[in-house]
């Protein structure tokens, strides 16, 4: 079983800075594309940013040069730093992962979310 385990939300104030975590664990063979993806009160979930197995990553143009996504292989974990923090960036922030499994099969899974919280 796969698990998808976010932290590092919380509440900040505009112009500050978190740092997201998402930390996949359970019987896997590999981990493709992880992406961000965040939902705000009454708004649908959007894509936020991506990163893939190799490293090329992708921003929604909101978050373009505040946020920055990156990955840890070894340690199937994905971050995202989120820095100059906004009130219009509160929101549940989801991790999303395309897992390969053993015997060459590919699945979607999704965290549980955490709130990030902008407001002074």
């Known amino acids: 079983q796969v698990q998808l385990v976010e932290s590092g939300g919380g509440l900040v104030q505009p112009g500050g800075s978190l740092r997201l975590s998402c930390a996949v664990s359970?019987?896997?063979?590999?981990?493709?594309?992880v992406g961000w993806y965040r939902q705000a009160p009454g708004k649908q979930r959007q894509l936020a940013a991506s990163?893939?197995?190799?490293?090329?990553?992708n921003y929604t143009d909101s978050v373009k040069g505040r946020f920055t996504i990156s990955r840890d292989n070894a340690k199937n974990t994905v971050y995202l730093q989120m820095n100059n923090l906004a009130p219009e960036d509160t929101a549940v922030y989801y991790c999303?992962?395309?897992?390969?499994?053993?015997?060459?099969?590919?699945?979607?899974?999704w965290g549980q979310g955490t709130q990030v919280t902008v407001s002074s």
């Open positions: 990163i893939t197995k190799g490293g090329s990553t």
């Open positions: 999303n992962a395309d897992v390969m499994h053993f015997g060459q099969y590919l699945q979607n899974y």
């Open positions: 359970g019987l896997i063979f590999d981990i493709y594309t």
